[in-house]
């Protein structure tokens, strides 16, 4: 593996996003793009990554605005300052033309986990003339406290009296009810897997965050609404396969019912689409130490099966 450390402007004419190549030995095949998760950062898919350089694949991601390496350089961690969700999106598609720039003649394929995947799902339908296939991981739908948020008028109030004032109880408010399937549950992170040393890594990992302004929290909730619906899938490009996986205790997802949801979007607007469901898993299946490699070659062979 080579490791190549890139920074670029944010379209938040702000902050410089911090960004990374991963390159395999010999020849790559095709381009990955990773899109992490709210509230984590890139690097916590360095396994992931590493059996996508096994493979063959050479891999693209950054960290977000207000997120990882990006945040705490600039004194940022929680506070994206993006004025809208669009600023995520246009910085993803910064990183997909340097990654094109350097592999021009290789196939291009995106992936995203949890709000990684809400916005590798708005990028298809906005830059997705080049994508090879798209993967989405810990499907987010059907999400109660988004489909809330987005009607309350104090949420849309308190945003535009100060979009950088703490997220507070609008956080609770938009995240709400997230254990409520997990029997005795150690702390309100449980939702994020079955094993507690993956929930104790995520908590004590310095780059990730949870404090955060009421911007990035809004700009969660306005991206999952553009989204969810028929309208959304009718904008992504007939060719782009798609590949969704969760686990089926997954509350992001309904609990598996999220997972179909998107799947029908997709296949009712006439795109190819394949699900996989995790049987008892949560949130962050690419994570648990025995399923991590079976999620990584499900994850490999749809990319063949797309080169192929």
Known sequence: MSIREISFPSANGRDTIKAWSYSPLGKPKAIVQLIHGYGEHSRRYLHMISKFNE?????????????????????????????????YLKDEKALHDIAKEAYSELPYFVFGHSWGSMLARAYASIYGEDIK??????????????????????????????????????????FCGMTDRVENPNGPADWIATDPRIVEDHAGDMFNTFDTTLELCYDFV??????????????????????????????????????????????????????????????????????????????????DDCLA
């Open 222 to 303: 306005q991206l999952y609404h553009y989204i969810e619906n028929d309208e959304w899938a009718a904008k992504v490009p007939q060719n782009i396969p798609s590949y969704l996986i969760a686990g089926d205790q997954d509350t992001c997802g309904n609990y598996g019912e999220g997972l179909y949801h998107v799947a029908n979007l997709l296949a009712k607007t006439g795109h190819k689409v394949s699900v996989k469901p995790y049987p008892g898993f949560r949130h962050e299946i690419h994570n648990e130490l025995c399923l991590r490699d079976e999620v990584e070659a499900g994850l490999i062979k749809f990319m």
């Open 133 to 174: 296939g798209m993967m989405l991981c810990g499907v987010c739908s059907q999400w109660k406290g988004c489909e809330d948020a987005y009607v309350n008028a104090e949420f849309k109030a308190a945003y535009e009296a100060d979009p950088y004032q703490p997220c507070g109880v609008w956080f609770e408010r938009v």
């Open 55 to 87: 493979a063959g694949f050479v891999v693209f991601a950054d960290d977000h605005l207000g997120h990882g390496k990006t945040g705490y350089d600039g004194g940022t961690l929680g506070d994206p300052h993006s004025g809208g969700y669009m600023t």
